[in-house]
């Protein structure tokens, strides 16, 4: 492939959801950036991030070449302006977190995938386009050789990122100075949370930029309203930090500014005094979760004595906090949904997000819930991949709890309690951005498509409620294979916590007693077990002879089938579905399954 390149757009698609940052654009720097560097070298370029400025098409299709970003939840969007750009002949390249890890899928869509770290890459294969040179010395390229999808090899991570210049700005359509800005004095990460990507994409080695360089652009920006130092984990140096937050005091480089930082900053009476003085108008603190099982399970090290000192410490600084939560691990249950609403209330956190634990591309997770296939992952719609939106199944409740759980979390904490306890304080900042959220809740629940969402998954909890309808059943069948496992036993004692009696029905004793199983037994169910692969062969084998003389002999039966999920327990969902046929009451049945739990040994009472 060999062609003049000229002319360059770079795109930052937007969400087509609403969430908790559509009031403030804080600008993605990948695209500025490359925008950036490919304009010192001579060619024209334009840059859209669709948060501040829509895509002018005409821009996009006279270009020689296209590059757009793609993060999970915008990865369909990318997508069609990919297939858009391409089918006007246009060169497209993707890059962003989401085709850095499934780099095929963006091969679908593009001429070329960028994976990782972009700035080398987008380069030299600029310059072998250019010359109409191959592509297979370039590292953490992906592209299509006859139809077969190439991956080069990857290239290490940049050790000095000074070697970056710095962002223009003034490159992107639409911008008006004086705003918000972005500035990122680091990348990576060197903690593990299950829910993370960034350590997959930039790496646990803590890579910086120098001091000097980084108040050389805090100069470039004197006058913005705010600056956001993106980083992922602003306070991971704490000396090299501190020795930067002296900087801007010395040279009066002192914009308000936030930064995520982990609980243990409070930790350095000095560190959180310099945050002060520097002008530090509010932390992004991840937080996580307030349930202390829910915390191991996401390698969080933390525990809810750091997290409300941090609080208490923050707030002593005069630093405000976006207390940034995730709900929805193996280990929470609406009531610890609830909780944390009522907790950031009470320890008057300025702003929250309940984000809902989502398994995206790169993150640990992504292996132990996406990969596992179809009964861990619900819906593979990436747009719904944005933290608003159930996309997985949750051990503890259903996954339409968990969506109306958290969204009624927000509405508790974007309530006007919420908005009084900071109107009392004379906090007007925050009381505008807690009447914004309730405004951002209500609008959520008025868009077609998040209704209709709901409305999905709450089918799929009711499904066999609806089919077999509501009755008073007081009796129900189990083969007796499956009341020999575990599982089996926690069904009986759930049932037995319902008020219905469990009949055990024996293969040798099906043909003589149909008659009267017919007169006795209100419901046949027949759970579909997921076990060990040692075990699965001879347990469904058996399984399966026991339902081939069931079905014969009772066909006109009742019969609810429902997955179990093996690892971490079994699953609630498929026990509310059941519970459902013999009451309307969901809060009766979660009080059945816990009670059930702890006399059968598998988790602890509250």
Request: proline share 4%.
């Amino acid at each position: 492939m060999k062609r003049a390149l000229k002319k360059l757009v770079f795109v930052e698609p937007k969400s087509t959801h609403l969430h908790v940052y559509t009031r403030v654009c804080i600008p993605r720097l990948g695209s500025v950036l490359l925008g950036t560097i490919m304009r010192s070298k001579g060619y024209d370029v334009r840059v859209y991030i669709e948060d501040i400025h829509q895509v002018d098409m005409t821009e996009a299709l006279s270009a020689d070449l296209v590059g757009i970003s793609a993060i999970t939840s915008t990865a369909p969007q990318s997508y069609r302006l990919a297939d858009q750009v391409r089918q006007a002949g246009r060169i497209v390249v993707l890059g962003g977190t989401h085709t850095s890890f499934l780099p095929d899928e963006g091969l679908a869509h593009a001429d070329f995938v960028i994976r990782g770290e972009g700035e080398a890459a987008f380069q030299e294969l600029a310059d072998a386009i250019q010359r109409g040179e191959g592509f297979e010395k370039i590292q953490n390229l992906s592209y299509r050789v006859d139809g077969r999808a190439v991956h080069n090899p990857e290239r290490p991570k940049i050790p000095n990122l000074d070697v970056n210049p710095i962002p223009d700005y003034g490159l992107i359509t639409g911008w008006k100075p004086g705003g918000v800005i972005s500035i990122a004095t680091s990348r990576g990460c060197p903690f593990s949370c299950t829910f993370c990507s960034v350590p997959g994409m930039y790496g646990h080695a803590f890579r910086t930029h120098s001091i000097e360089r980084v108040l050389e652009e805090l100069t470039l920006h004197k006058g913005n309203l705010y600056t956001f130092f993106a980083d992922d984990i602003f306070t991971a140096n704490k000396k090299r930090v501190k020795e930067l937050l002296r900087g801007m005091i010395e040279r009066g480089l002192t914009p308000q500014w936030g930064a995520q930082v982990r609980t243990e900053t409070v930790d350095d009476p000095e560190l959180l005094e310099l945050m002060r003085d520097s002008n530090c108008f509010n932390v992004y603190v991840g937080f996580e979760s307030i349930n202390p099982r829910t915390l191991k399970l996401f390698q969080k090290k933390q525990d809810l004595a750091k997290i409300e000192r941090s609080i208490e410490r923050f707030h002593a600084h005069e630093i405000r906090i976006h207390g940034m939560f995730v709900v929805g691990s193996d280990e929470d249950d609406l009531e610890t949904i609830d909780a944390t609403a009522d907790f950031a209330l009470k320890h008057d956190i300025d702003s929250v997000q309940f984000m809902i634990l989502t398994p995206i591309p790169g993150s640990p997770d992504w292996d132990t819930l996406y990969a596992k296939g179809d009964k861990y992952v619900i819906n593979r719609n990436w747009s719904f991949y944005d933290g608003h939106h159930t996309v997985h199944q949750p051990r503890r409740m259903s996954p339409y709890e968990l969506q109306t759980g958290a969204i009624n979390a927000m509405a508790k904490f974007y309530s006007w309690q919420g908005i009084a306890k900071k109107l009392w304080k004379r906090d007007l900042y925050y009381v505008a951005i807690r009447y914004w959220g309730k405004k951002m809740i209500k609008q959520w629940w008025k868009d077609e498509e998040n209704r209709a969402y709901v409305q999905w998954l709450r089918d799929q909890l009711y499904a066999e409620a609806h089919q077999l309808g509501h009755r008073e059943l007081k009796t129900v069948g189990l083969p007796e294979v499956l009341l020999q496992d575990s599982v089996g036993r926690l069904l009986q004692r759930f049932l037995g916590e319902l008020g219905v009696t469990v009949v055990p029905l024996a293969e040798a004793a099906v043909e003589g007693a149909a008659a009267r199983a017919r007169q006795t037994i209100d419901c046949l169910i027949t759970p579909i077990v997921k076990r060990a692969a040692k075990e699965r062969e001879e347990f469904y084998a058996r399984l399966a002879t026991v339902n081939t003389a069931l079905r014969a002999q009772w066909d006109k039966l009742p019969n609810v089938s429902f997955p179990l999920i093996e690892g971490q327990g079994p699953v609630f969902e498929p026990f509310a579905k059941i519970g459902l046929l013999f009451t309307k009451n969901l809060d009766r049945i979660r009080a059945a399954y816990k009670n059930a739990g702890v006399a059968e040994g598998l988790w602890e009472a509250a």
